[in-house]
């Protein structure tokens, strides 16, 4: 074989992950190299924004690199509540309880500003070791020798072999499919996130929020503001803007024909909202990301030979009930794989690093979080539709409103929402999204009079306003058919039905004698969501180093 | 007693524990426990591991006030590594003689001394022995070739540029390297500060060229040109068998020009500097010539500066531990990793063999293009020599020139379409080459909305679905007299390739379509049925009543 540029450890990607990995392995002095795509570390990525340090974690930002809350992150939120919402009537429950437990910290983030916050300090910390931090470069797979991975390939760069390869490179990773840990089939097991970040003046966030500078609120909204699509929404305060978004299931999204920017909408423009918006709305970017469900899709041996995933493609993204875990346990997931390499090259065989960080990740009960055996055990049952329409039936008797009515009295509603048994539980079905709170809100809210007045911006101003370095096609067709692809025209956050400018747009032709249905893909607005590798019959990479959409907020 | 008994431990949990451990008692202590227990191997080694690293770090320490009866011979030979003080040395090497007095030791801190001290007449030189003779088991591939070891000290002057042609044309990268050379060798000759590039000339102070190249069929027309950007000389060699591109003349015939062509103003031995471009051909050139001439490449650069350069490598000062100043020598800065990091490439020439010419080809676009000036005076020198035919061995069977694509702009008039045409694509299209022929200077433009469609068009406009035919952010922009957009909706990155045309005429169904918002005209309908009347209208030569009679703005 041809000898290759080697290091002690590549890092693939600079999310929190990938960052947490190799500030782990720089610190014990291994030689690491961190290949990330974007053209600045963040600039590729999108969260909701509220990043945990929990107590139990063995690894947090904070602790990794000083000063992180304090330099890259936003507000620190103390208040969380939920709005269970049918249609003006709102009941708000405090969720205080479980977004304290087991919380040292939680902040709001913004991507761009965290994640190339964070690539800085990689970069210094892993200079020191003979390594460094590039960007600008997409890996496109793993290098193999007679058949055992030894590094990776690239767009950019010659190849690169490793001791070992830490792929923190996020949801729809490469490198887990190519090495077969990961395929994209199923649209259950992904949520699609989509996200619009939007300005406000710092003193207008305290006041409309009743809250200090270095005070953040986070409110979760679910009911019947959706059409019936089983996700919910969010609202998170930053230092001079405000997070607002949903996550839906990507199954129900597809199913449903639903149009993500229109749901984003829905929300935006709900009475409620009217409190924080007062008709005033300037968008600063929309985004758009999949994101894994661990519950379904967290490997329980995520490493094959010398490649260790950590984070989002490893399927570690923990969704409990309303509360989105993806970065924090991304963040343990790269220490615990950096501090497996570590001890196996100790031990003088670094080929037990895989091993011992599967060990890792269920010794520091990480996966036990991620995929609840509660959660394993009732599955089967709750959903299944039969039970799905006992309940709805249950929920559209009397009797089912005044046991609500009575529950709601005794705050059991709240205490089960607080509750991370039931949260762990609870089965992902429309009754649980849509139809329950909508009841409550029904049963028990209050109306909301305000007037929401806003209007944000049409798709294709969301997708004018973006930046892009646009380059050939990373997306293929495999199959136009509207059978095979025509979900992607309604599911892709950047394309609609009837919207000539998006990436998927379906289309008539005529063939010999008839008329047929199928669709077409510009891949230029496209937001890298990960969507229609899923939903479309396509061949789907990453488009090359720095190209493709930047973003600047994330 | 430690902190943790290693003994109580699984060593996958000792790896990172150990790790935290400053203290070197503290891990002495766990040491023994563990020798005293079980004592495993891999935990006997993590903990010395972590033993040596510690002790590494607090060996940091000042080398003036050091206790070196404390120190190995190999602690002080890091320690003085690091130290450039002659007087702190001195002051070490008396300790340590008034200490432990160690030959060692102190052959360390003197040979430290004398490196610094550099140039005192009894520096050791490195004993030359050919590597034939040094490593007689290896083969020596380029044992025979004469140039490799056998110039030392030559003589070189000038800056060779290779002026690479196309079509009878310098292209442009030739023109900018000319427009470099004047600028390097202007400053080199000139009287001054070696640090910036000012030599006043040679050694003898007399003022060096920049020598133009030119190879090729009737490549002599474009002698004059080269000195207007530039040269002081040009040097060509035509010929019709030159006409295209082939390794094996160009680089015969380039090296023979400036290593054995002999004429009065070439009396030394090669060029000082090659420059080339870094072009597919001039990329092969480079490498092939300056391999021939024994020298090296630094290709791809992207500046290009003459500086001098301290240099401590013993290969290139022939004496350990030295350092010497390198004049005249070209600084080739490139970028590594495509483009992540940079590295200045030197080439500098060995005790025993020189490495001449120093040689870079050039990123096109790298300099700027220089102004031309017709009025400067140059030599003009034909090469001459016998081109065997052997040279001429490989024939070109055929060959191809890729289309220049359809330009755009400079059209009085753009009829665009777009998804409008959905309905019948072709149609669409013959509408609007039909509309188009209208006029005299006139092109169809199209939305790039209709080049990712997945329409199918009949194979006599097939021609005109082309990528380059897009309007817009990622395609042309145009700004011609008259721009008819038919069935577009304005996206905002089609707008910004049109919304410079002096009068803008949207024909769409939809009157909310964004193109009406910087459209001069805008006529609601649809186009299967507007533009066949705009078309005879024009026919008939009253077109603008047309348009105003259909237009709603
Ligand atoms: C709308 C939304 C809301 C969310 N809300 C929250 C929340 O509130 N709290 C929370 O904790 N989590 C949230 N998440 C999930 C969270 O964002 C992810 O779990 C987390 O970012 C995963 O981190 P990671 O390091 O594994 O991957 P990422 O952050 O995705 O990082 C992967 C990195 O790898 C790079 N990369 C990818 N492929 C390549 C390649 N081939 N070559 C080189 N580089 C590559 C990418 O550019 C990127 O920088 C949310 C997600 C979304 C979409
Ligand atoms: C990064 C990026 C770069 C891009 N670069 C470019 C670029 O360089 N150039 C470019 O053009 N686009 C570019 N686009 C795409 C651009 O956003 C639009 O999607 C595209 O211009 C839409 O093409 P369209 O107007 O033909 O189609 P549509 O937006 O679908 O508009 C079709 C219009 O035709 C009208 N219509 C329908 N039927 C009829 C009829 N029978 N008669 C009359 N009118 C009718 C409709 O009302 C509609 O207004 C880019 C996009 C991105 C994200
Ligand atoms: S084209 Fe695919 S990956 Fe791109 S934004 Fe649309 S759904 Fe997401």
Known sequence: MTKHEHYEALVVGCGPGGAAAAATLANQGVETLVLERGTDAGSKNVS???????????????????????????????????????????????????????????????????????????????????????????????????????????????????????????????????????????????????????????????????????????????????????????????????????????????????????????????????????????????????????????????????????????????????????????????????????????????????????????????????????????????????????????????????????????????????????????????????????????????????????????????????????????IELQDNSFEASGTAVTACPVSAEDFGGGCYREETIKTNGGQEKVVSLDTQPCVECGTCAVVADTHWEHPSGGKGVEYKQG | MPEIDPTEHEIADLGPEVNQIDDEQELEEMLALEKGGEARDAVITLIENRLDDVAGEAEDVDPAGADLTEMTIADIANMVREVDDVDVLEDILDREQDGKDRKGAKSQIESRIQSLEGDDGEETEVEYVPPEEKYPDLDHPTADKQYVEGTVDGDYRDMWVYCETQQGQLVDVSREMLGQARHLMDTYNTEGDPSEGQYGGDEDGNPEEVVAVLIGDGVSELAEECIAYGADRVVYHEDERLERFKHKPYTEIFCHMCRDFEADWREYHEPRYNIFPATNNGRDLSALVQGELDSGLASDCSDLYIESAMISNPAKTGTPGDSKEFDRILHMPRPDFSGFEYSTILCIDKPHRDFHPQGASVIPGTFDMPDPDHEREGEIVEHDLELPDEWFDIEIVESDRLDDGVDLTGNDVIVSMGRGIADDPTRGIELGVELADQFEEADLGLSRGVLTASYQFDSHVEQYVQMERQIGESGQEVEPDVYIAAGISGAVQHKVGMDESDTIIAINTDTDADIRDFSDYFIQGDLFEVLPQLTEALEEGDFAEAVAEVSDD
Request: with cysteine.
């Open chain 1, 48 to 474: 909701g924004g509220l990043l945990y340090g929990e107590k139990s974690a063995p690894y947090t930002l904070d602790t990794l690199f000083p000063n992180f809350r304090e330099e890259a992150a936003e507000r620190p939120v103390g208040e969380y509540y939920i709005h269970n919402v049918a249609g003006r009537q709102v009941k708000t429950f405090d969720l205080h309880d479980i977004h304290h437990r087991d919380t040292e910290w939680c902040d709001a983030v913004l991507r761009r500003k965290m994640d190339s916050w964070l690539a800085d300090r990689v970069h210094e910390m892993t200079r020191e070791t003979g390594g460094g931090l590039l960007t600008n470069v997409r890996v496109n797979g793993l290098l193999r020798d007679g058949g055992e991975i030894v590094g990776v390939t690239l767009d950019e760069l010659d190849p690169i072999t490793a001791d070992v390869i830490i792929a923190a490179d996020g949801v729809n990773s490469e490198l887990a499919r190519d090495a077969g840990l990961m395929d994209w089939e199923d649209p259950e097991d992904w949520f699609q996130g989509v996200k619009a970040v939007v300005e406000m003046d710092p003193e207008v966030i305290n006041e409309r929020f009743g809250i200090d500078d270095d005070e953040g609120v986070a409110h979760l909204f679910s009911g019947d503001l959706f059409d019936g699509v089983r996700g919910g929404g969010f609202l998170y305060t930053n230092d001079q803007t405000l997070s607002v978004g949903t996550v839906f299931h990507l199954d129900s999204i597809s199913e449903e024909q639903a149009e993500p920017h229109e749901l984003l909408d829905n929300l935006l423009t709900h009475p409620l909202l009217d409190q924080w918006f007062q008709g005033e709305y300037e968008e600063r970017e929309y985004a758009a990301k999949l994101v894994p469900d661990s519950k379904k899709v967290a490997h329980p041996s995520p490493h094959r030979g010398r490649l260790l995933l950590v984070g989002d493609a490893a399927g570690q993204m923990q969704a409990q009930g309303p509360i989105i875990k993806g970065m924090n346990h991304a963040v343990t997931a790269g220490g615990l794989a950096a501090e497996a390499f570590q001890e196996a090259k100790t031990r003088g065989d670094t080929n037990a690093a895989g091993e011992l960080y599967e060990r890792k990740l269920e010794e520091e009960g990480v996966l036990a979080k991620l995929r609840p055996k509660r959660y394993r055990a009732t599955r089967a049952v709750s959903e299944s539709s039969i039970v799905n329409k006992v309940g709805n039936a249950v929920l559209d008797s009397p009797v089912g409103s005044v046991g609500l009515k009575a529950a709601g009295k005794f705050g059991l509603l709240e205490k089960s929402f607080n509750s991370p048994f039931v949260l762990g539980m609870i089965p992902d079905t429309k009754m649980s999204y849509a139809v329950i709170p909508e009841r409550i809100g029904e049963v028990m809210g209050t109306r909301v009079t305000d007037d929401n007045t806003v209007e944000p911006p049409e798709l294709d101003d969301r997708i004018g306003d973006l930046t892009y370095d646009v380059d050939d096609p990373h």
